[in-house]
Structures are given as C-alpha cells and as structure tokens.
C-alpha cells in the first residue's frame, strides 16, 4: 500500500495520506513530499483521513517539513484528522505551530 499521494499539485500541494507512517517509512514519506515541493512550490495540506497510525518519527518528519516550507513562506495544513492522531499532535504541542483540523 502506498502511504503518501500527491493528488493536487496547483494551487496547493495536496497529499493523501495513508496507512501507517512511522519509523520504517518516515524519511521515505519526508523526502517524497520535499521532493515535491522543491518542484513545484505551494502550500501544502496533507488529507489524513486514511492515515492510521503515526509514531515520533512522523511527528518529526512533519517538523521538518514545516520548517522546510516556512524557510520558504509557506504554509501547511493537516486536513481530516483521526482523533487520536490528532492526539498525538496536541499532546506534543504541535498544534500551536501547525494547522491541524
């Protein structure tokens, strides 16, 4: 199964996220998605609603990528959420740096 899709690529890069992103795949679904935006860059928003699990390396992965983007005045935005990934957020205050919904 495929966990990171790039389904819109104008005017936001917009990704699908699914499965389970963690320590195996997380500099994979890193690289993927910089690869991307070094490419053609744009806002990014991730549709989470397929993602199943995350662990610390994702959460790591996803700091990265904001840093990455800011460093270039954009902007990234999590989209459809699972509760308890969203959790995983909260918990680690990363929802006051990022836009979670």
């Excluded at 994979?28 to 549709?47: C, G, I, K, W, Y």
């Amino acid at each position: 199964m495929r966990e990171v899709t790039l389904i819109q690529s104008s005017p936001v890069l917009l990704f699908a996220l699914s499965g389970e992103i963690d320590s195996k795949n997380a500099d994979e679904f890193e690289s993927e998605v910089l690869s991307a935006f070094r490419a053609s860059p744009a806002d990014v928003e991730f549709d989470c609603e397929n993602l199943s699990f995350i662990d610390s390396t994702t959460l790591g992965a996803f700091v990265k990528i904001l840093k990455r983007l800011r460093e270039n005045g954009k902007t990234m935005k999590l989209k459809k959420t699972q509760p308890r990934i969203k959790k995983l957020f909260v918990i680690c205050a990363l929802d006051a740096i990022m836009e979670i919904e």
